[in-house]
């Protein structure tokens, strides 16, 4: 087995110049006929990349990988190639193929940014060609899968972005929690879950106590940093699935599915409980109310559902704040006035 890397070879201008493209090479896995024609080929077919030419004995991966020189490590290190074809006259599967190119270029390169070009074999799922295949041919294969990966790469970091985009637009910029919008997205998801799986659902709503007295006395800088470190505590004591938002002010909502209804006042006194804080030129810890609903879903989801959920929480709510010794009240759905005594 051994290895080599030849410069790239530039050709062409406009859509083919390589500062406009994705950075791309060609791995030639296979035997030393393979390499040595592939070699004389891709040159006269106007082929623009690096080659990394790895040759096989017997076509059987190596059991001691590749090991390149510093310098031709760092050489295609530097280049931060990202697209790759791997042409091949062996039956090694794309994972075997995929590690062979791993360790003879450690360039930021992913299996989805390589395809496999097989001369002369075959495998499902992947383009083959014959072993006395034209330059003319070779070519506009291997634009061809180039161009494919161009565009999949392309719409890959558009999908990023649409995601990335979409996480600011659901978030609350302050607290990093989620915002109304991303409640109401969310919501609706959870309550489509518990009635597919049979589960309850709590909605519960937190407030700090005596919130507008800070903002008066330390300033909205200093409130600002009470409201961001409450949010991280408070995102800290949910559970991966749990929905939590800023929904106004100091106001915070919760959503969480529960297998037994008894579970959610312990929820709900746990994340209370995390909200209590002491904070330097204060005296005294912050304190947090919070009332709450649990439901067992059965019909489809609708808008109104939302506002009940919420305005039964809400008057929990109203009921913990006014109430000595009872911080957390539990509510009943559809009803502004009854509520409960956490159990």
């Known amino acids: 087995m051994c290895y080599q890397a030849s410069p790239s070879k530039r050709h062409g201008s406009g859509a083919e110049n390589m500062r406009t493209r994705p950075k791309f090479i060609i791995y030639l896995i296979g035997s030393q006929e393979l390499v040595e024609r592939m070699q004389k080929i891709l040159p006269l077919a106007n082929i623009t990349s690096d080659l990394v030419a790895v040759t096989l004995e017997g076509g059987n991966l190596p059991t001691d990988g590749?090991?390149?020189?510093?310098?031709?490590?760092?050489k295609l290190q530097s280049q931060n190639t990202c697209l790759a074809i791997v042409i091949t006259?062996?039956?090694l599967d794309k994972s075997k193929l995929?590690?062979?190119?791993?360790?003879?270029?450690?360039?930021?390169?992913?299996?989805r940014r390589t395809a496999v070009l097989r001369v002369g074999t075959k495998a499902k799922g992947e383009i083959s060609v014959s072993a006395n295949c034209s330059p003319d041919d070779l070519q506009t294969i291997i634009s061809l899968l180039r161009r494919n990966l161009e565009l999949s790469c392309s719409l890959r970091k558009k999908h990023i972005l649409v995601k990335s985009i979409c996480s600011i637009a659901n978030r609350d910029p302050l607290t990093g929690l989620a915002n109304r919008r991303g409640w109401k997205i969310t919501i609706k998801r959870l309550w489509r879950e518990a009635v597919e799986k049979s589960r309850f659902l709590l909605v519960a709503l937190f407030d700090l106590d005596g919130f507008k007295?800070?903002?008066?006395?330390?300033?909205?800088?200093?409130?600002?940093?009470?409201?961001?470190?409450?949010?991280?505590?408070?995102?800290?004591?949910?559970?991966?699935?749990?929905?939590?938002?800023?929904?106004?002010?100091?106001?915070?909502?919760l959503a969480v599915l529960l297998p037994d209804k008894s579970l959610a006042c312990q929820i709900v006194e746990r994340i209370r409980s995390r909200?209590?804080?002491?904070?330097?030129?204060?005296?005294?810890?912050?304190t947090a109310s919070a009332g709450y609903v649990v439901v067992?879903?059965?019909?489809?989801?609708?808008?109104?559902?939302?506002?009940?959920l919420l305005k039964s929480a809400d008057a929990a709510l109203a009921q913990a704040k006014t109430s000595r010794g009872r911080p957390v009240c539990e509510g009943t759905l559809g009803s502004s006035t009854e509520q409960k005594n956490p159990s």
Do not use: Y
């Open 66 to 74: 590749v090991s390149l020189s510093q310098d031709q490590g760092a």
């Open 89 to 91: 006259d062996t039956t």
């Open 98 to 111: 995929w590690e062979l190119c791993r360790n003879s270029a450690p360039c930021k390169q992913h299996p």
């Open 213 to 253: 007295k800070i903002n008066d006395q330390f300033g909205h800088a200093f409130g600002d940093q009470v409201l961001k470190s409450v949010a991280k505590k408070a995102h800290e004591a949910c559970r991966e699935g749990d929905l939590l938002a800023r929904w106004g002010g100091d106001e915070m909502a």
């Open 275 to 286: 909200l209590q804080l002491v904070f330097p030129p204060m005296n005294v810890p912050i």
């Open 296 to 308: 067992q879903p059965e019909e489809p989801w609708n808008d109104k559902l939302e506002e009940q």
